[in-house]
């Protein structure tokens, strides 16, 4: 039986199995997660009837630019797809709007482990009348990512 080992935990069970059933990593908490961010430009018809300012989790700019910041990428993208289907109100856009999730190089979990590299993710964002309205697609791939 090779790959098999017999080790002996901290409070006394002996335990027969491979090394790695015995080692669990945890996710890092949401405090020590980077910043993602997610950032689309309005389409025209919607940029003209919205207002800068701040909007829950979403940042409205001048000229049209929303940023959507979190720490969990599920959460970032669903906060999208409602402020989205919150702004157009029953509207079917025709073009989808095309989406950037960007995370930052950070740290690891450990104070030793190297720096984890950033990344650049495409998002397409699809508006339609009916049930569910907001569609998030991950690139070109048709599989929805989130639906609301």
Wanted: proline share 9%.
């Amino acid at each position: 039986m090779s790959g098999r080992t017999r080790v002996t935990l901290s409070d006394g069970r002996r335990v027969i199995g491979y090394r790695k059933t015995l080692r669990r990593n945890e996710r890092l908490p949401p405090e020590r997660r980077p910043e993602l961010r997610l950032t689309f430009m309005l389409p025209a018809p919607i940029a003209a009837l919205t207002l800068p300012g701040i909007y829950d989790c979403a940042t409205v700019d001048a000229d049209g630019l929303v940023t959507v910041r979190g720490r969990d990428r599920g959460f970032v993208l669903r906060k999208a797809a409602e402020f989205i289907k919150g702004v157009a109100a029953g509207r079917t856009l025709a073009e989808p709007i095309t989406a950037v999730l960007f995370c930052p190089a950070h740290p690891g979990p450990t104070p030793s482990s190297p720096v984890r590299q950033g990344f650049r993710d495409g998002y397409t964002i699809t508006v339609a009348c009916g049930a569910p309205a907001v569609v998030v697609t991950r690139g070109t791939s048709a599989e929805p990512v989130v639906a609301v």
